[in-house]
């Protein structure tokens, strides 16, 4: 991953975690611990540069979707895993 992406990827990182750390501050619904931020941004950063990394491969379009796609699939299963606990794994956040 060349700088620009690396850079990217954490700018991306950074702004999503904006969201709950503002919202944090006008509810009181909200309530993130740091643990939660390092694993929300431990996801978030590793996912921005997988995605990045799928699309700089020299494949053709449809392979770039389906991986894609995969990822999504996984990143939003294993963040649901995490939030509430589905599966009711040991990593279950609930």
Do not use: C
């Not at 709950?20 to 939660?36: C, V």
């Not at 929300?40 to 894609?68: D, E």
């Not at 990822?71 to 294993?78: C, E, V, Y």
Request: hydrophobic share 50%; glycine share 6%; charged share 10%.
């Amino acid at each position: 991953m060349n700088k620009r992406n690396l850079f990217l990827s954490a700018l991306v990182t950074i702004s999503l975690l904006l969201i709950p750390f503002g919202m944090s501050h006008l509810s009181y619904e909200i309530k993130w611990s740091l643990f939660d931020y390092i694993v929300a941004g431990t996801l978030l950063f590793t996912s921005t540069g997988l995605f990045s990394m799928i699309y700089s491969l020299k494949r053709n379009q449809k392979q770039k979707i389906i991986y894609s796609l995969i990822l999504l699939i996984f990143i939003t299963l294993l963040w649901t895993e995490l939030a509430v606990g589905i599966f009711e794994s040991p990593i279950a956040g609930n």
